[in-house]
């Protein structure tokens, strides 16, 4: 019988397999922007958290099987077949067959790329910060290919279409989403509220 994770055992579990810093921010921020969106969309906040939280869950213990090892990993641990799953479909046509079909995979899919692209415009930004990143610098960044070239901008793009979202709508929800964990991501740089 499946147990449903809780946020501290599944925080347990990733720092058990994840022992880079960066990994972990990149775990956190997505974990946010998960939550921020499952309660625009009126979803169950903690479960997508707790899937944006693990989505890269085998990624530095196994590069070569990530998106596959993670299956193993979570079915030793007990965990219900939709976490699975949508951990599993955020690697779709990049190293997972498992096509993102539930709104929470979709937003998932869409924004773990995209954190990347918000994080790196964010740290170029004269104070460092997300508290100050806009859509109109991340939009002037997206253009730029050169810039933080390891971002699938298609698959960005292809996660809004999922959705039904326009693209600029997924970006600023994304930013505001990392904001809520500014500190705990390292991105409040030298923000000074006005």
Known sequence: MAKVPTREEAFELLKRYTKSENLIKHALAVESVMRHFARLFGEDEEKWGIVGLVHDLDYEMYPEQHCKKVREILEQEGWPEDYIKAVQSHGWKLCSDVEPTERM??????????????????????????????????KKKWKQKSFAAGVNREVIEEGAKMLGMDLDRVIEETIKGMQKVAGEIGLLGDFKAE
């Open 105 to 138: 995979e979709k937003v998932l899919y869409a924004v773990d790329e995209l954190t990347g692209l918000v994080t790196a415009t964010a740290l170029m930004r004269p104070d460092k910060s997300i508290m100050s990143t806009t859509l109109q610098s991340v």
